[in-house]
Nanobody, 130 residues
């Protein structure tokens, strides 16, 4: 039911900042935990950050902590990822995802497995040049 569309990717220089957006439609956005993942060619999809239904809880992968910030605006059905201090290793396709359930609680956010998320956007390319 949930449809997600990412935007905001592009080509940036190392050290630059970029904000990604994920527009949700189809309902139940505010009742689901949301997350950002990324995938580089030949690599597994990796977890970046998750946020609970109203943003009470957030959780970040260690390698983005302090650089990336996840946020949501439920009134606008939009998820955001603010990325600072980008480097070449951040080059990947970035995906937003909605949790497979409407379960609440911090445990949902702390589970970084991609299989816990059932609704995915098409991805937006982020390329960081040196």
């Amino acid at each position: 039911q949930v449809q997600l569309v990412e935007s905001g990717g592009g080509l940036v220089q190392a050290g630059d900042s970029l904000t990604l957006s994920c527009a949700a439609s189809g309902g139940t956005f505010s009742s689901r935990a949301m997350a950002w993942f990324r995938q580089a060619p030949g690599n597994e999809r990796e977890f970046l950050a998750a946020i609970s239904q109203i943003g009470r809880f957030t959780y970040y992968a260690d390698f983005v902590k302090g650089r990336f910030t996840i946020a949501r605006d439920n009134a606008k059905n939009t998820l955001f990822l603010q990325m600072d201090s980008l480097d070449v290793e951040d080059t990947a396709v970035y995906f937003c995802a909605a949790h497979r359930t409407t379960r609440a609680g911090v445990a949902v956010v702390l589970n970084r497995e991609a299989s816990e998320y059932s609704y995915w956007g098409q991805g937006t390319q982020v390329t960081v040049s040196s």
